[in-house]
Every structure is written in C-alpha cells, then in structure tokens.
C-alpha cells in the first residue's frame, strides 16, 4: 500500500476517494478518527491519509488526484449536444439530457 495523498479535510478525502474508486483504484482513508489527538500529537500527523491498494495504480491514482486539485477548468464555452441539441455550459462533459459526450472540437 502507498499513501497518495493527505489534507485536513475528511470530505476531500472521501471525495478523492471515490474518484479513484470510480477509475477501478482500490483505496482507503486512514485516520478518520485520529482528530482526537490533534492536540497531543503534531497536527499533520492526525489529518486523513489516502492510500492506493496497488503498487501498479499508484501512478494513475496521483494523477487523477493532481487533476481533481486543479480546480474546474477555465471557461470553457457553451456547447451543443450533437445528439439531442441541448445547449451545455462549458464545464460538462457530457450531455445531461442524453449522456452523449462533448466533441473533441466543441
């Protein structure tokens, strides 16, 4: 097991989380409970900790996490659903009436 990622939030970690899960990335949150020692303990070593069950999926995992830290994407224009015509604010990247993905070119 390889630890990927650490942060004083228990929602970014479970958010992360599950984006790895959603990529097929085994991984759990350590120190979920360890807050209680904040002030017995260094804080940094009671925050949660993301780790990655694979060796192989280490890389993968840093990635996708790099990306999600990023912060959305710059504004990006509207764009048309070539399938079903919905109009889509820039930051979607698939179609939410019918699930179509946006064109390379749009």
Request: hydrophobic share 40%; with cysteine; proline share 7%.
């Amino acid at each position: 097991m390889k630890k990927v990622y650490t942060t004083d939030s228990l929602v970014t970690i479970h958010h992360l989380r599950n984006l790895l899960e959603l990529e097929g990335i085994h991984c759990i949150v350590k120190n979920e409970q360890m807050y209680t020692l904040r002030a017995e303990v260094p804080f940094t070593e009671v925050w949660p900790q993301l780790w990655v069950s694979r060796e192989a999926d280490v890389a993968r995992a840093r990635q996708v996490v790099a990306e999600h830290l990023k912060g959305p994407a710059p504004d990006l224009p509207q764009w048309v659903c070539p399938r079903c015509a919905e109009s889509l604010d820039g930051q979607f990247t698939a179609c939410w009436h019918c699930g179509e993905e946006r064109p390379a070119d749009g």
